[in-house]
């Protein structure tokens, strides 16, 4: 009779147990293939192809190209992503589809392959032959997905109460938020400060600026704005500017490599004004005025950040009369988005109402909150 498939594998494996010739060899095979197979196995996931000018290819996922630098992991380094600068780069292949942006603003999707040294071509599913792109022409590869609006912002409070033999009390409220499109930025700040002794106010007064930055270029805007300040002990009921003018983005986010200068700002605006202080007994006064504006951010460390605001109105119709504001300090990161600032606030008037002083100077230790998007 014959053997059943169970029976002719008990036979094999009784034979190996003998130590049969041909069972080892045949053990011997299937280990070999086993170990051989193994490693191909782990190293099935796609993988692209990049050249180099100078002559050489590497084999890599390609993760992203950004900001002149192609991101990759390859096949035989562990860690992080290694980063290769584009410039050095002649031509990209990948079994996985990627994004392409151009300088001109279109984006392409699809497979790229190397049609020839500095060219490449991405094939796409509507199309039978590749569409052939200059390497030099390429802006980015696989984009990080942009927010269409980015906000930063933060709320502070601060305060200090005294009672018995002296009765004092003094309330800080401060908030800033920015909110950034691609060609827009919106800028709303503000602050009061109300302080008494012995149930006598002696500080009341209240500043805030709204401005809108619209970017013709990545670095030239152009704004509008308005500013609104009351103090009572400068006698003053309203003082309001309307203004509007060119800006320039001297440094943005991302222009330097280094971790501690890589999220620095600074922008710098000038143009034209109106301006109008409402008082409560002094003769109210209105001119046109010039302005200037510097606004200077920088993140030292992720959890240390030095700022920087001022703005200045000379008269353009009395040489003395002018105004300037400003606002300095650094904020600390105490535990997540808890923050701590230290900021001193100065403004000066010119030409003040009668029986005031020029100067106006606030120091002010305040906890809050910060919040980005």
């Known amino acids: 009779m014959g053997k059943t498939p169970h029976t002719l594998t008990s036979t094999m494996f009784t034979q190996s147990k003998h130590g049969g ?21 782990g190293m099935a996931e796609p993988l692209g192809k990049l050249s180099l000018k100078d002559g050489s290819q590497i084999y890599v996922e390609i993760l992203e190209m950004t ?19 584009w410039a050095e780069v002649v031509g990209i292949t990948s079994e996985d589809p990627v994004s392409v942006v151009l300088n001109s603003g279109t984006i392409l999707q699809g497979k790229p392959t190397m049609l020839g040294p500095g060219t490449l071509g991405i094939r796409t599913d509507m199309l039978a032959e590749p569409i052939p792109v200059a390497v030099e022409s390429v802006m980015a590869v696989n984009p990080p997905i942009k927010k269409a609006v980015v906000y930063t912002g933060n709320i502070n409070f601060g305060a200090s109460i005294i009672t018995g033999n002296t009765r ?13 499109s691609d060609r827009l930025r919106l800028t709303i700040l503000g602050r009061y400060l ?32 308005a ?19 060119p800006g320039y983005q001297f440094i ?17 605006e000038t143009g034209l004004g109106f301006f109008n202080e409402d008082f409560k ?6 001119n046109v005025t010039g302005r200037w504006a510097v606004n200077f951010n920088w993140p030292v460390l992720p959890v240390l950040t030095l700022f920087h605001q001022h703005q200045g109105y000379p008269s353009l119709e009395k040489r003395k009369d002018y105004y300037i504001t400003s606002q300095q300090g650094l904020r600390w990161t105490m535990l997540e988005n808890f923050i701590a600032t230290l900021q001193f606030n100065w403004r000066y008037d010119n030409t003040p109402a009668p029986g005031n002083k020029k100067s106006d100077k606030q120091y002010l230790l305040t906890v809050g909150y910060a919040f980005e998007s």
């Open 252 to 268: 943005d986010i991302g222009d330097f490599a280094s971790p501690y200068l890589a999220k620095m700002q600074l922008s710098a």
């Open 227 to 245: 500013l609104f300040e009351q103090d009572t002990f400068q006698d003053l009921n309203l003082r309001t500017s309307l203004f509007t003018g």
């Open 168 to 180: 004092f009390k003094n309330y800080s409220f401060l908030g800033e938020l920015i909110a950034r």
């Open 21 to 41: 010739p041909m069972s080892k060899k045949l053990v011997g095979w299937m280990l070999f293939l086993f170990l051989f197979l193994m490693p191909i196995g």
């Open 281 to 286: 007994r002094a003769s109210d006064r209105s």
């Open 194 to 225: 109300y302080g008494e002794a012995d149930g006598d106010v002696n500080a009341r007064n209240a500043f805030g600026t709204i401005k809108l930055d619209f970017f013709i270029t990545k670095r030239f805007f152009w704004n509008a704005g």
């Open 67 to 85: 900001n002149g630098f192609i991101t990759v992991k390859t096949l035989f380094h562990e860690g992080d992503p290694i980063k290769i600068k």
